[in-house]
Nanobody
């Protein structure tokens, strides 16, 4: 009933740039938070950047100054512009949304399928 579909990603050399996009579709009443997480091989999934309706935007220390998140509230989309990419940014990137489907419904977490970002020379 709710889907998060990501696009973008791919392979890039160190210092390069990539963009990710995610659109939330289905039965959606309101979205509290949209965010990007990533998971590198052998590591736990970690928050990269978050766009919260109340608290605004925030970033993981590792990406501050290099990544920019943007959320379009009317289109239910979130994007991540990544620049100055480093090999340690290599990971599967996941779109996340905390939303409710009905006016009196509970806020629930949803995840995209993930998209690979590889930074290598």
């Amino acid at each position: 009933q709710v889907q998060l579909v990501e696009s973008g990603g791919g392979a890039v050399q160190p210092g390069g740039s990539l963009s990710l996009s995610c659109v939330a579709s289905g039965t959606i009443f309101s979205i509290a938070t949209m965010a990007w997480y990533r998971q590198a091989p052998g590591k736990q999934r970690e928050l990269v950047a978050r766009a919260d309706t109340v608290e605004g935007y925030d970033y993981a220390d590792a990406v501050k100054g290099r990544f920019t998140i943007f959320r379009d509230h009317t289109e239910n989309t979130v994007s991540l512009q990544m620049s100055e990419l480093k090999p340690e940014d290599t990971a599967v990137y996941y779109c996340f949304a905390n939303l409710r489907m009905r006016a009196l419904g509970a806020y629930l977490d949803y995840w995209g399928q993930g998209t690979q970002v590889t930074v290598s020379s």
